[in-house]
């Protein structure tokens, strides 16, 4: 059974950095093909791909945030990292991550989301 | 970078059939998924691969993909499929970013 919860401060202020962890179970981020994204949803609006990584340390970043986000993993705790520099009140949203397979895009297990606020 | 675009809103009677689209340029190029979100939940995926359903998901959703429009049909439609839908693909084109479409909510009346 996989199940994946996310992890983080629900408030953070305008210019601080968002560190978020991923804890999952029931499967390894060793095996060949596995990955784990994050993607975000602010308030009534639609999803966003952040960023992924895979289980031989390839990763991946949404074009338009790259510059402020780095994914990394820990194989042995069965987490993944996901830091955003630079948090701007426009960052409020959910975070989720989610679990994908055979090196695709498919996303079938996600976490319950955490709701992050940007506010001062 | 690449655009995915869906209607806002799709209304369906019970029992009718709702057909929620996903375009993009040459997306029947791509592999497409769907994912279903109700209010205050987590997506859930309900069909990949264009037209794969996963385990547990009824065969009233299924999917098509050709030209520059992707399709989610949902069949027999119950109050309980009432949700936000997203379509998803990877575009391995050019930066190799997973992109969203922009969401259509399906109204049960």
């Known amino acids: 059974q996989i199940t994946l919860k996310e992890s983080g401060p629900t408030l953070v202020k305008p210019t601080q950095t968002l560190t978020l962890t991923c804890t999952f179970s029931?499967?390894?981020?060793?095996?060949?093909?596995?990955?784990v994204g994050w993607i975000r949803q602010p308030p009534g609006k639609a999803l966003e791909w952040l960023a992924l990584?895979?289980?031989?340390?390839?990763?991946r970043y949404s074009p338009s945030l790259k510059s402020r986000l780095t994914i990394t993993k820990d194989t042995s705790k069965n987490q993944v990292v996901l830091t955003m520099t630079n948090m701007d009140p426009v960052d409020t949203a959910t975070y989720y991550c989610?679990?994908?397979?055979?090196?695709?895009?498919?996303?079938?297990?996600w976490g319950q989301g955490t709701l992050v606020t940007v506010s001062s | 970078s690449y655009v995915l675009t869906q209607p806002p809103s799709v209304s369906v009677a019970p029992g009718q059939t709702a057909r929620i689209t996903c375009g993009g340029n040459?997306?029947?190029?791509?592999?497409v998924h769907w994912y279903q979100q109700k209010p205050g939940q987590a997506p859930v995926l309900v069909v990949y691969?264009?037209?794969d359903r996963p385990s547990g998901i009824p065969e009233r959703f299924s999917g098509s993909n050709s030209g520059n429009t992707a399709t989610l049909t949902i069949s027999r439609v119950e109050a309980g499929d009432e949700a936000d839908y997203y379509c998803?693909?990877?575009?391995?084109?050019?930066?190799?970013?997973?992109?969203f479409g922009g969401g259509t909510k399906l109204t049960v009346l």
């Open positions: 989610a679990h994908t397979f055979d090196s695709s895009s498919i996303l079938d297990y």
């Open positions: 029931g499967f390894s981020l060793s095996t060949s093909g596995v990955g």
């Open positions: 990584i895979y289980w031989n340390d390839d990763k």
């Open positions: 040459n997306i029947g190029s791509k592999s």
């Open positions: 691969d264009d037209s």
């Open positions: 998803q693909v990877w575009d391995s084109s050019s930066d190799h970013s997973w992109v």
